[in-house]
Antibody, heavy 119, light 110 residues
Framework: EVQLVESGGGLVQPGRSLRLSCAAS????????MHWVRQAPGKGLEWVSG????????VYGDSVKGRFTISRDNAKNSLYLQMNSLRVEDTALYYC????????????WGQGTLVTVSS | QSVLTQPPSASGTPGQRVTFSCSGS????????VTWFQQLPGTSPKLLMF???QRPSGVPDRFSGSKSGTSASLAISGLQSEDEADYYC???????????FGGGTKLTVL
């Protein structure tokens, strides 16, 4: 059974940093691309970033480009999102998701970790 | 403002057929396949349809998808109360070099 468990969320002040993690199990992690998708309270889904199976290809949404960095450790079956220069508008539930290639189908989602940016 | 346009709400009665639209452009729906996600209240999104019209294992055949040009649609026949959820379309955008989502359609089963 595919399992994606996010962690690292919390309350942080604007301008500070936070690192999210996603622990994957139930599939061959190093065969698949991974993504971060977020959902602001009461709002729709917004794709944040994606990374290829070998980390060679990383892509970002315009709203986070230059501030967020996606990475992965295939030996640890883990995905990360380093978030710098956080803004109030980054407040959201952050989901980790599994994909068939960076442009391929996103098929499984975790339960999410909540990031609240507030002074 | 979402790149893909979806009506914010839809409704139907049990047993009815409802359809959701998703409108994009040549750089997204016009050049790549569409994925649909279902998000039940308080839960994570779930893959409902991929490659425009393909259902993952476990998704009932009451759900169907299609694409034409720069628009896509999702249909649910034989509507059931448990179908009450938010439905999102998504696809890759070649110009933005990233995934784009619709704003979602909230389905209410009356």
């Amino acid at each position: 059974e595919v399992q994606l468990v996010e962690s690292g969320g919390g309350l942080v002040q604007p301008g500070r940093s936070l690192r999210l993690s996603c622990a994957a199990s139930g599939f061959s992690f190093d065969d698949y691309a991974m993504h971060w998708v977020r959902q602001a309270p009461g709002k729709g889904l917004e794709w944040v970033s994606g990374i290829s199976w070998d980390s060679d290809n990383t892509v970002y949404g315009d709203s986070v480009k230059g501030r967020f960095t996606i990475s992965r450790d295939n030996a640890k079956n883990s995905l990360y999102l380093q978030m710098n220069s956080l803004r109030v508008e980054d407040t959201a539930l952050y989901y980790c998701a599994k994909g068939y290639g960076v442009q391929g189908v996103i098929d499984y989602w975790g339960q999410g970790t909540l990031v609240t940016v507030s002074s | 403002q979402s790149v893909l346009t979806q009506p914010p709400s839809a409704s139907g009665t049990p047993g009815q057929r409802v359809t959701f639209s998703c409108s994009g452009s040549s750089s997204n729906i016009g050049s790549d396949s569409v994925t649909w996600f279902q998000q039940l209240p308080g839960t994570s999104p779930k893959l409902l349809m991929f490659s425009n019209d393909q259902r993952p294992s476990g998704v009932p055949d009451r759900f169907s998808g299609s694409k034409s040009g720069t628009s896509a649609s999702l249909a649910i026949s034989g509507l059931q109360s448990e179908d009450e959820a938010d439905y999102y379309c998504a696809t890759w955008d070649d110009s933005l070099n990233g995934w784009v989502f619709g704003g979602g359609t909230k389905l209410t089963v009356l």
